[in-house]
């Protein structure tokens, strides 16, 4: 494969690692970022975990944008379709997030197909999956969709209506060359973090080592390594029979009582604050009222 790969959203958690698994294994690489003014940022994230030389590419390209897909997908087979809106508190107006999710996702197909993609993998989320479902302990799988109908948040929305609209056009009348789409859908992200910009899932990691919540809601959540979300990307690139299917991709589940138990174990020795205090869920309701932060991170 001689062709570079794009990497859209090259300065994200994801990206970085993605990109950082995609040079390892060989690859030439096109990332694209919001303002060339990241570039070495972004270089020097990667760089430490593997040799940037001249195998990695930067343009400057936005979602809420049309400048600079074309040339981003030019000479391009393969798009690792990453950039997402990812906000650290709910939007008052949902359409702030939904909108640029959605019609960012779309430019990215279209200037794909335009240029002749082969392959799209779209990151998206168990927020497109899992939300808005009223039965208990339901195990749910790949063939499940957040029923946007009932009341779910703006993320959960935004991730599900971007997921379906990317759907929709690679079985629409638009998609004239059989352009294929894989789907991968992970729940909270963890792992190294590569610099000390990210507005990420590891924001929740950060609030709790920084004290700034009293405690933590009675919630268990899915949990997986970003090294195996990038990994999980590069499959979806090159598995054949991966084409029209969305995976799954977690390692487990914790308790947030458990997490914030193991980050103080090991962290308070060293004069970290970690709260471990576990709110009832009606406090947290409560709270959340006038707390955003708490409302996000518990």
Request: with cysteine; hydrophobic share 40%; net charge neutral.
């Amino acid at each position: 494969m001689t062709s570079p790969i794009l990497v859209t959203g090259a300065s994200s958690f994801v990206g970085i690692h993605t990109i950082i698994q995609l040079l390892e294994q060989g690859y030439s690489v096109r990332g694209t970022i919001r303002s060339l003014e990241k570039e070495a940022e972004v270089r020097e994230a990667v760089g430490k975990f593997v040799q940037t030389s001249d195998r990695l590419e930067f343009k400057a390209a936005d979602l809420n944008q049309a400048a600079g897909w074309d040339e981003a997908m030019h000479g391009v087979d393969y798009v690792l379709h990453v950039a997402s809106p990812f906000p650290l508190f709910e939007p008052e107006n949902e359409d702030e997030l939904i909108i640029p999710a959605v019609q960012g996702t779309l430019r990215v197909l279209r200037a794909a197909h335009k240029a002749g993609v082969k392959r799209v993998v779209q990151v998206s989320s168990v927020a497109a999956i899992s939300a808005g479902h009223k039965e208990n302990n339901k195990a749910f799988t790949e063939g499940d969709w957040s029923i946007v109908e009932n009341e779910i948040g703006a993320y959960s929305k935004s991730k599900t209506l971007a997921e379906r609209a990317a759907w929709d056009f690679i079985n629409g009348s638009e998609n004239t060359h059989g352009m294929e789409l894989v789907a991968i859908n992970p729940p909270l992200i963890l792992g190294p973090v590569p610099n000390k910009n990210f507005r990420t899932s590891v924001e929740l990691i950060r609030t709790y080592m920084l004290g700034q919540v009293p405690g933590v809601g009675r919630i268990k959540m899915g949990l997986v390594d970003v090294r195996d979300v990038a990994s999980a990307i590069l499959l979806g690139m090159t598995t054949p029979e991966a084409a029209g299917n969305r995976f799954l991709c977690s390692g487990g589940t914790m308790w947030l009582k458990e997490i914030a138990g193991t980050l103080h174990k090991e962290y308070s020795p060293r004069g970290y604050k970690i709260p471990t205090f576990e709110f009832p869920s009606w406090m947290v309701r409560f709270l959340g009222l006038f707390d955003k932060k708490i409302a996000r991170v518990t």
